[in-house]
Nanobody, 124 residues
Framework: QVELVESGGDSVQAGGSLKLSCKGTGLTYFSYCLGWFRQVDGKEREGVAVIASEGTTTYADSAKGRFTISRDDDNNVYLEMESLKAEDTAMYYC???????????????????WGQGTQVTVSS
């Protein structure tokens, strides 16, 4: 059974940094695409970044140059966020899809697994 558990969310000042972590268990396929989506209350979830099993990354325009996604051999995924802005405030979700990033970006489909989320609040 796949389980994704996020951590690292916090309240920070604009311009600050945070690193989110997601521990994945039960991810038995090497081909898993891992990523981060976020959601603000009342709005649709939006993709932040994804990383393929071989390391290829894709970022939302809003994340380019400020966020860095990475993963390790244990299928844990990380999101380093710098120069945070108030508009980055959201619940951040870890996602995984064993069919690859084509089924995860820009909108998740098929058998996509979601974590419970970790809250990031950026005050200006």
């Amino acid at each position: 059974q796949v389980e994704l558990v996020e951590s690292g969310g916090d309240s920070v000042q604009a311009g600050g940094s945070l690193k989110l972590s997601c521990k994945g268990t039960g991810l038995t396929y090497f081909s898993y695409c891992l990523g981060w989506f976020r959601q603000v209350d009342g709005k649709e979830r939006e993709g932040v970044a994804v990383i393929a099993s071989e390391g290829t990354t894709t970022y939302a325009d809003s994340a380019k140059g400020r966020f860095t996604i990475s993963r390790d051999d244990d299928n844990n995924v990380y999101l380093e966020m710098e120069s945070l802005k108030a508009e980055d405030t959201a619940m951040y979700y870890c996602v995984a899809n064993h069919l690859g990033c084509y089924y995860l970006w820009p909108r998740p489909r098929g058998n996509t697994h979601w974590g419970q989320g970790t809250q990031v609040t950026v005050s200006s």
